[in-house]
């Protein structure tokens, strides 16, 4: 149990939608931590989540398996064939499963059932706090898990029509599973991925995005919208030039704004009226080598930037995965500091 009480639903979403009734800045950190990788630290690791407030109630949503496998009781994969790397070492980003863009027509044809009993397998009893539907790899990584990395990046430009046809099925596929997760569950919000930035600068052109990207985040942007959800996308990276036109089709919630491939000052003042920022602190440099002070002095110029007065547009949560490089006191530090700062800011009226 929380020794600092968690958020009610409302006031999470009077932050994201720009007015803030919210006690403090809302808190997604839990999510991001694997206290497995940390262990003989591990039991630290879980005592110190148990005693901060995970404001979110993040529930995963099982997307299918790129190959078949056993363990489902009915077809529920990407494409209909067997896994031929199971017993290789071909890096991840290698995987081919579409080869050869001639055999999309039975990929369509065979295509995952949104409809899928195993679809969301563990969902907790709603305890009142705002709930987030997660899934992993949405275009882009979908797109490359599928194709290959390498293959990825040029079929955008060899093979447009047949991009377009895999990512108009990827749209249907995730449109109806949001109608489940908001007329089966009572999601409030979808949070998915696409890493659409390098450390310098993004993957794509802003042809390319226009084109083949931008066209089917406005579909599921509006479809999460229509029935009553918050669209939340992850996207590491420098993906600043895309920003502009995220807004245009009015995404919610933008997560990390990476520390050192962009500047979030600048981000803020441009961007930090009309976004909600799920602001990650920097897990490449702060949280492995930067002092429990240095973490608190981050978390700090975070809140500072973020937190808009009257508003919020903020919620604090780490850039990725924190593992067993960060120290115990530094995780200490980064939520003691987000709680008591989050809390000092809001109630000073300060932002």
Request: hydrophobic share 35%; proline share 6%.
């Given at each position: 149990?929380?020794?600092?009480?968690?958020?009610?639903?409302?006031?999470?979403?009077?932050?994201?939608?720009?007015?803030?009734?919210?006690?403090?800045?809302?808190?997604?950190?839990?999510?991001?931590?694997?206290?497995?990788?940390?262990?003989?630290?591990?039991?630290?690791?879980?005592?110190?989540?148990?005693?901060?407030?995970?404001?979110?109630?993040?529930?995963?949503?099982?997307?299918?398996?790129?190959?078949?496998?056993?363990?489902?009781?009915?077809?529920?994969?990407?494409?209909?064939?067997?896994?031929?790397?199971?017993?290789?070492?071909?890096?991840?980003?290698?995987?081919?499963?579409?080869?050869?863009?001639?055999?999309?027509?039975?990929?369509?044809?065979?295509?995952?059932?949104?409809?899928?009993?195993?679809?969301?397998?563990?969902?907790?009893?709603?305890?009142?706090?705002?709930?987030?539907?997660?899934?992993?790899?949405?275009?882009?990584?979908?797109?490359?898990?599928?194709?290959?990395m390498t293959n990825a990046l040029t079929d955008y430009y060899d093979?447009?029509?047949?991009?377009?046809?895999?990512?108009?099925?990827?749209?249907?596929?995730?449109?109806?599973?949001?109608?489940?997760?908001?007329?089966?569950?009572?999601?409030?919000?979808?949070?998915?991925?696409?890493?659409?930035?390098?450390?310098?600068?993004?993957?794509?052109?802003?042809?390319?995005?226009?084109?083949?990207?931008?066209?089917?985040?406005?579909?599921?942007?509006?479809?999460?919208?229509?029935?009553?959800?918050?669209?939340?996308?992850?996207?590491?990276?420098?993906?600043?030039?895309?920003?502009?036109?995220?807004?245009?089709?009015?995404?919610?919630?933008?997560?990390?704004?990476?520390?050192?491939?962009?500047?979030?000052?600048?981000?803020?003042?441009?961007?930090?009226?009309?976004?909600?920022?799920?602001?990650?602190?920097?897990?490449?440099?702060?949280?492995?080598?930067?002092?429990?002070?240095?973490?608190?002095?981050?978390?700090?110029?975070?809140?500072?930037?973020?937190?808009?007065?009257?508003?919020?547009?903020?919620?604090?949560?780490?850039?990725?995965?924190?593992?067993?490089?960060?120290?115990?006191?530094?995780?200490?530090?980064?939520?003691?500091?987000?709680?008591?700062?989050?809390?000092?800011?809001?109630?000073?009226?300060?932002?």
């Amino acid at each position: 149990m929380n020794m600092i009480p968690t958020l009610k639903r409302e006031a999470v979403v009077s932050v994201i939608e720009g007015r803030s009734t919210s006690e403090r800045v809302p808190l997604q950190i839990h999510l991001w931590i694997h206290p497995d990788a940390f262990g003989d630290r591990e039991a630290a690791v879980r005592d110190i989540m148990t005693r901060y407030p995970a404001d979110i109630q993040v529930i995963g949503i099982f997307m299918p398996d790129v190959f078949r496998f056993q363990r489902h009781s009915e077809p529920y994969s990407w494409v209909p064939a067997e896994d031929p790397y199971r017993d290789t070492s071909v890096a991840h980003d290698e995987r081919i499963a579409i080869p050869d863009w001639s055999q999309l027509d039975t990929v369509l044809e065979n295509f995952p059932d949104p409809d899928y009993n195993g679809l969301i397998p563990d969902v907790p009893e709603d305890d009142g706090r705002y709930r987030l539907g997660l899934w992993w790899y949405c275009l882009f990584e979908r797109h490359w898990s599928l194709r290959g990395m390498t293959n990825a990046l040029t079929d955008y430009y060899d093979y447009p029509r047949e991009v377009h046809r895999l990512f108009r099925a990827l749209t249907d596929f995730y449109k109806r599973t949001m109608e489940r997760c908001r007329h089966e569950f009572g999601f409030d919000g979808i949070l998915t991925s696409d890493d659409l930035g390098t450390q310098t600068q993004p993957f794509f052109s802003m042809d390319i995005f226009r084109e083949f990207f931008k066209p089917y985040y406005e579909e599921l942007i509006e479809k999460a919208h229509d029935l009553g959800m918050h669209f939340w996308l992850h996207a590491c990276g420098n993906v600043e030039p895309f920003i502009p036109e995220w807004l245009e089709i009015d995404l919610d919630v933008l997560h990390p704004i990476q520390k050192y491939a962009m500047d979030e000052r600048d981000i803020a003042r441009k961007y930090g009226e009309h976004i909600t920022i799920l602001a990650g602190l920097d897990v490449q440099q702060v949280i492995p080598w930067g002092t429990p002070d240095e973490v608190r002095a981050e978390v700090r110029h975070l809140i500072n930037t973020y937190w808009k007065k009257g508003s919020g547009r903020l919620i604090l949560s780490a850039g990725n995965g924190i593992n067993e490089d960060c120290s115990l006191e530094s995780l200490e530090a980064f939520f003691d500091e987000a709680v008591a700062y989050g809390r000092k800011v809001v109630e000073n009226g300060e932002g």
